[in-house]
Antibody, heavy 119, light 107 residues
């Protein structure tokens, strides 16, 4: 069974940093592109980042580019999201998600990690 | 960026009724379109990919179609367990973008 389990969420002050982790199991992690998607309270879904299988290629929307960094450790079957210079508008539930091998849809999702940016 | 215009924003329908949700892409995305269902308090789940292909384990009452840059999700006989919010997503090019969601309730 495919499982994605996020951790590392919490309350953080504006301007500070936070790092999310996602532990993957039930599939060969190194064969899949992975992504982070967020959902602000009572709002819709927003794609945050995608990383290639080796980690050599990363993709971000303008809203987080230069502040967020996606990375992975294939030996540990783990995905990460380093979030710097956090703003109140980054408050959201952050989901780890898997891209199937032939597409940029998301065919598996974690349960989410809540991040609140507030003083 | 590719904009995905989803309608309606909310929908109330009776059990066994046919329900249709649409998404309009701002430019050609081919069949690079997915639909997700998000039940209350849960993570999104993939329903449809490639505009028309059913994801594993998804009931056959769900179907997807395409007409040009307009995409539709149809639920053929609405069930209680289908309540939630439905999102479309274009997977054609970065930034990946979602529709604004359709909240589906039982009348």
């Amino acid at each position: 069974e495919v499982q994605l389990v996020e951790s590392g969420g919490g309350l953080v002050q504006p301007g500070r940093s936070l790092k999310l982790s996602c532990a993957a199991s039930g599939f060969t992690f190194s064969n899949y592109y992975m992504a982070w998607v967020r959902q602000a309270p009572k709002k819709g879904l927003e794609w945050v980042a995608t990383i290639s299988t080796s980690g050599s290629r990363t993709y971000y929307p303008d809203s987080v580019k230069g502040r967020f960094t996606i990375s992975r450790d294939n030996a540990k079957s783990s995905l990460y999201l380093q979030m710097n210079s956090l703003k109140s508008e980054d408050t959201a539930t952050y989901y780890c998600a898997r891209h199937p091998t032939t597409s940029y849809v998301m065919d598996a999702w974690g349960q989410g990690a809540s991040v609140t940016v507030s003083s | 960026d590719i904009q995905m215009t989803q309608s309606p924003a909310s929908l109330s329908a009776s059990l066994e009724e046919i329900v249709t949700i649409t998404c309009q892409a701002s430019q050609d995305i081919g069949n690079w379109l997915a639909w997700y269902q998000q039940k209350p308090g849960k993570s999104p789940q993939l329903l449809i990919y490639g505009a028309t292909s059913l994801a594993d384990g998804v009931p056959s009452r769900f179907s997807g179609s395409r007409s040009g840059t307009q995409y539709s999700l149809k639920i053929s006989r609405l069930q209680v367990e289908d309540i939630g919010i439905y999102y479309c997503q274009q997977a054609s090019s970065a930034p990946l973008t979602f529709g604004s969601g359709t909240k589906l309730e039982i009348k």
